[in-house]
């Protein structure tokens, strides 16, 4: 079955950054198009970031365009989301997403 783990989410300071990684299994990474979506307290889920299947093309919101990075490793099946300039409006839960399957998500907190 499809399974999507993430990690490396974090307290972490304004300006500061984090690395999240999402490993997937049960499905053929490589021809897969990943996303990032999050969700704050109160708000609803919203769409982060996009990398599609070769050669890595990516869409970012308009919030996080120039902060966020996302890229992949399919070797690794395994899609990233680099953060830097975090700021206090992006404490969210982090998740990644494949074709409607979600993962379990991992908190990010950005605060002094």
């Known amino acids: 079955q499809v399974q999507l783990v993430e990690s490396g989410g974090g307290l972490v300071q304004p300006g500061g950054s984090l690395r999240l990684s999402c490993v997937g299994s049960?499905?053929?990474?490589?021809?897969?198009?990943m996303y990032w979506y999050r969700q704050a307290p109160g708000k609803e889920r919203e769409w982060v970031a996009y990398?599609?299947?070769?050669?890595?093309?990516?869409n970012y919101a308009d919030s996080v365009k120039g902060r966020f990075t996302i890229s992949r490793d399919n070797a690794k099946k395994t899609v990233y989301l680099q953060m830097n300039s975090l700021k206090p409006e992006d404490t969210a839960v982090y998740y990644c997403?494949?074709?409607?399957?979600w993962g379990q998500g991992t908190q990010v907190t950005v605060s002094s």
């Open positions: 049960g499905f053929t990474f490589s021809t897969s198009a």
């Open positions: 997403n494949r074709q409607g399957y």
């Open positions: 990398i599609s299947t070769f050669p890595g093309t990516t």
